[in-house]
């Protein structure tokens, strides 16, 4: 058992443990437990339990964060040389479409997005704080390329509305497919992944560009 092994065990059962018991409801033997290791070996990867969770955040954040971070620079730099302002529908999509596409990219992806779902309405502040330390530069990069697309309109109404953006990106995310909770039958529980974020990014970029 190599210790790339040990490390990847404790970080998919930190993800998951974290995603259902919470942050703080989780204990560092319970995670060792699951993850079929020992505390010594938690001790030597990441040292305490704060290290762990932003290990946890930073193993799928750093990348979707790189990949949004590229495609609202390629939506910048294209505007640019068309001599044009940014569309503020490319910016979203730029935002939006690899977020979306999270939820199923890989193993445990959704049990880290519910985890992120649940930091940003539970009492613990310690995901939600390390989650926004970690996705801050994104939105300020997001929410200054939107003031370009959009000058018409005042950069804290624009704020507003990215924070409304958010929220719905928020809720797709962690409630898609339940429909039928809501007693209607929309003949789909488990919509089409790019028919959703299609749907999204329509809904919010109109939001978006509303007169004042």
């Given at each position: 058992m190599t210790p790339f092994d040990t490390k990847t065990r404790l970080l998919d059962a930190a993800e998951s443990l974290f995603s259902n018991h919470g942050f703080a409801g989780t204990s560092m033997r319970t995670i060792?437990?699951?993850?079929?290791?020992?505390?010594?070996?938690?001790?030597?990867?990441?040292?305490h339990k704060e290290d762990l969770l932003r290990a946890v955040l930073e193993r799928r954040l750093l990348p979707l964060n790189q990949?949004?971070?590229?495609?609202?620079?390629?939506?910048?730099a294209d505007a640019a040389a068309a001599n044009r302002r940014p569309g503020a529908e490319d910016l979203l999509r730029a935002f939006i479409e690899p977020t979306m596409a999270l939820r199923h990219s890989e193993s445990g992806s959704t049990e880290f997005v519910l985890m992120i779902g649940r930091s940003l309405t539970a009492a613990?502040?310690?995901?939600?704080?390390?989650?926004?330390?970690?996705?801050?530069p994104l939105i300020k990069k997001l929410h200054q390329a939107l003031c370009l697309a959009l000058p018409q309109l005042p950069a804290e109404l624009l704020f507003t509305r990215l924070f409304f953006t958010m929220g719905a990106m928020g809720h797709c995310l962690c409630f898609a497919g339940i429909t039928h909770l809501f007693g209607i039958d929309t003949g789909c529980d488990h919509p089409n992944e790019d028919r959703l974020a299609q749907n999204l990014i329509s809904f919010v970029t109109s939001g978006l560009e509303?007169?004042?």
């Open positions: 060792t437990t699951m993850a079929n290791a020992n505390l010594a070996a938690a001790n030597y990867h990441f040292g990949i949004r971070n590229q495609r609202i620079d390629k939506v910048i613990d502040p310690a995901v939600r704080d390390r989650f926004l330390e970690l996705t801050r509303a007169p004042c």
